[in-house]
């Protein structure tokens, strides 16, 4: 069966500024997807505007991974909907979590810090090295992937120390970032992936592309043991 891939996007840069609208006429969600298809993925798409922000119980139940990214309207997307995604990445769904997406109220519970971190909108290359290169994620990626421009985030990132550290960028400025994270949260796993400033076209970008593939297919859930919590009133050895 193939892995199951809702794309969420705010879906509101693409609307309001024409040079945005330029890049992703379709919106960024429905350019990844795009190219999710490829990769042989069963891909489908929801923005904030629908109702229950398009993650309805039923969605998220038809969910194997979940690409989040957000930026303008992290305060609109409702507290309900963001425990109901929390408590699907504790049962096992994967969540790979794009760009500013690092100050969504999802990442910021999943992570329990802020998220905060330094930014900059001047056109600076980034390399992004790859500091793991054993890593799934990093699969059929060379050193490293060069985005000619891009807007930069520095440290220091207010994150936990990730599980797996997989990327790191530099910055023309000087400036470096930890922008590959993973973390294993409940039975789920979660990615932060650092690039895809709305006004360049840094998803079009195959590289970038690969990343977020091999991405969805390591944080997909693939079984596993099914921990029982609670109280258990039959011990499973005599007592005396």
Not at 185 to 211: L, S
Request: aromatic content about 12%; hydrophobic content about 40%.
């Amino acid at each position: 069966m193939a892995i199951r891939v809702t794309v969420w996007n705010e879906f509101r840069h693409e609307r309001s500024n024409p040079a945005v609208r330029s890049i992703y006429p379709d919106g960024i969600h429905r350019a990844i997807a795009h190219s999710l298809d490829s990769f042989g993925y069963e891909t489908s798409v929801a923005t904030l505007d629908e109702p229950e922000h398009g993650l309805s119980e039923e969605k998220l139940r038809r969910t194997d991974v979940l690409i989040w990214w957000g930026h303008m309207a992290h305060d609109e997307v409702e507290d309900a909907i963001v425990q109901r995604v929390f408590d699907r990445v504790l049962e096992g769904m994967g969540l790979i979590v794009l760009h500013s997406g690092h100050y969504s109220k999802i990442f910021r519970k999943l992570m329990g810090t802020s998220g905060a971190l330094k930014w900059r909108e001047a056109d600076e290359k980034e390399r992004i090295w790859v500091v793991d290169p054993s890593h799934p994620i990093a699969a059929g990626i060379g050193e490293y992937i060069v985005l000619p421009q891009e807007e930069m985030y520095g440290e220091h990132f207010d994150i936990p120390a990730p599980d797996d550290l997989v990327f790191v960028s530099w910055f023309a400025g000087g400036e470096i970032f930890r922008s590959g994270c993973a973390y294993h949260r409940g039975r789920g796993k979660v990615f932060y992936f650092r690039p895809g400033h709305e006004t360049y076209p840094t998803y079009h970008n195959p590289e970038i592309q690969r990343v977020i593939a091999n991405a969805v297919s390591w944080s997909a859930r693939t079984g596993g043991a099914s921990p029982q919590y609670g109280h258990v009133p039959v011990p499973l050895e005599k007592l005396k």
